[in-house]
């Protein structure tokens, strides 16, 4: 299966567009969102989506409680700051900021850690566990979007730039 991994949307609406866009033709079969959309409105911009979305809160999402009304106008999935999950089997842990992420994935619990926070794309194999962080979709401080599609059969994840 096929998993889109975006974080760090900053209510960059044209930006979220294009990040649906690229998903949805790449045919993913889920979207996880690893936190800071910032406003409802943002996340209303999801819902352009063609697959499940599932995310969780980043520490700029200021009103949680309007944010999780809009995950459940568009038929989404909100949990807190830490979601742990299987995808096709692999076992997945989803957090904002990536504190602790070496420890945590050096204790092989989990096949996938997704992480946000720092708008820095990142790949890295800590034992069998691969630590992801696609980037940021806004592109506020790199000035390119990004996100990244994780292929649970090979385990491996490739980046996409707009």
């Not at 992480?115 to 790949?123: Q, S």
């Not at 401080?141 to 996409?160: K, M, P, R």
């Amino acid at each position: 299966m096929k998993v889109g991994l975006i974080s760090d949307s900053h209510d960059h609406v044209i930006r979220i567009r294009e990040a649906t866009s690229i998903l949805n033709r790449a045919g993913v079969g889920i979207v996880v969102h690893a936190g800071d959309y910032c406003s409802p409105f943002a996340v209303r911009e999801l819902a352009r989506l063609e697959s499940p979305l599932h995310g969780i809160l980043g520490n700029n999402d200021g009103d949680a409680y309007q944010i999780q009304r809009a995950f459940a106008e568009i038929g989404a999935r909100l949990e807190s700051q830490w979601w742990e999950t299987e995808l096709a089997g692999r076992r997945a842990l989803v957090m904002h900021e990536p504190r602790g992420v070496v420890d945590v994935a050096a204790a092989g619990e989990y096949d996938l850690i997704v992480y946000g926070h720092t708008h820095e794309r990142e790949e890295r194999r800590i034992g069998r566990t691969l630590a992801v962080n696609p980037g940021e979709v806004c592109g506020w401080l790199t000035g390119i979007g990004s996100l990244a599609i994780y292929d649970t059969d090979d385990h491996e994840v490739t980046f996409h730039d707009f």
